[in-house]
């Protein structure tokens, strides 16, 4: 069973309409569509915006649908003056940018009394996710790198390059790095695919509202891919 994490509506409808639903299960007011996508068996979420709520979800994913592995599909503004709009990034590993307990002598980014504050996505879903990407259009570029996480909208310059300097984050987004803890706590597979909306500078409300439809489309096709070749 693959378990599939959206945060918005958008970033799952098109799944789920695709989907041969066999049933439609709801705790903790989220509803999981149950059924067979792209020829696997799978359950499909929307989890709702913030690491919280990302983080109750994959739990509840885990321990009712007995899932082999959680792929959270979406969109993200990018760090990385190297990204496009509409380009794809494979989560390398994850970490939340915005855990600060620097007033205990921690790096900020760590997460106290853990051993483990980056959380490393699965190898064989990176390979899966790098093979899938072949089948999108040719301009789209596709990287496997850091996926930073907070409970913020990114769209200003100099948050930006903070984040860049600060924890070499290649993209940023809202709830990657929460499902990443979960997995990690859980020993979960679990991989992250995102696909850009906006630059997460002053112009980000305004791309991600033009382009949102477009890294949508492109990440969407990424989690086709990888379902054919499961």
């Given at each position: 069973m693959v378990g599939?994490?959206?945060?918005?509506?958008?970033?799952?409808?098109?799944?789920?309409?695709?989907?041969?639903?066999?049933?439609?299960?709801?705790?903790?007011?989220?509803?999981?569509?149950?059924?067979?996508?792209f020829g696997q068996q799978a359950v499909v979420v929307r989890c709702g915006i913030g690491k919280v709520n990302a983080a109750i979800c994959t739990q509840i994913m885990i321990d009712k649908f007995n899932v082999d592995m959680v792929i959270n599909t979406g969109v993200a503004g990018a760090l990385s003056h190297t990204l496009n709009i509409g380009d794809i990034v494979i989560s390398k590993d994850t970490l939340q940018y915005d855990m600060d307990a620097t007033g205990f002598g921690y790096k900020l980014g760590e997460i106290p009394r853990m051993d483990e504050s980056c959380f490393v996505a699965d190898?064989?879903?990176?390979?899966?996710?790098?093979?899938?990407?072949?089948?999108?259009?040719?301009?789209?570029?596709?990287?496997?790198?850091?996926?930073?996480?907070?409970?913020?909208?990114?769209?200003?310059?100099?948050?930006?390059?903070?984040?860049?300097?600060t924890f070499g984050g290649f993209c940023t987004e809202m709830e990657g790095a929460s499902i990443g803890q979960v997995c990690y706590l859980n020993k979960m597979p679990y991989v992250v695919i995102r696909s850009i909306s906006d630059k997460a500078d002053q112009s980000a409300e305004m791309n991600y509202a033009e382009f949102v439809e477009?890294?949508?489309?492109?990440?969407?096709?990424m989690i086709e891919g990888m379902l054919h070749l499961l």
């Amino acid at each position: 069973m693959v378990g599939i994490i959206g945060a918005m509506d958008e970033e799952v409808d098109v799944l789920k309409e695709q989907m041969e639903v066999a049933c439609i299960e709801e705790q903790a007011s989220l509803a999981f569509y149950v059924g067979k996508l792209f020829g696997q068996q799978a359950v499909v979420v929307r989890c709702g915006i913030g690491k919280v709520n990302a983080a109750i979800c994959t739990q509840i994913m885990i321990d009712k649908f007995n899932v082999d592995m959680v792929i959270n599909t979406g969109v993200a503004g990018a760090l990385s003056h190297t990204l496009n709009i509409g380009d794809i990034v494979i989560s390398k590993d994850t970490l939340q940018y915005d855990m600060d307990a620097t007033g205990f002598g921690y790096k900020l980014g760590e997460i106290p009394r853990m051993d483990e504050s980056c959380f490393v996505a699965d190898a064989c879903l990176v390979a899966l996710a790098q093979k899938a990407s072949e089948s999108i259009d040719t301009e789209t570029n596709v990287f496997v790198e850091r996926i930073v996480t907070g409970d913020q909208f990114i769209s200003d310059s100099d948050k930006k390059e903070a984040l860049i300097k600060t924890f070499g984050g290649f993209c940023t987004e809202m709830e990657g790095a929460s499902i990443g803890q979960v997995c990690y706590l859980n020993k979960m597979p679990y991989v992250v695919i995102r696909s850009i909306s906006d630059k997460a500078d002053q112009s980000a409300e305004m791309n991600y509202a033009e382009f949102v439809e477009v890294a949508v489309h492109n990440s969407t096709k990424m989690i086709e891919g990888m379902l054919h070749l499961l």
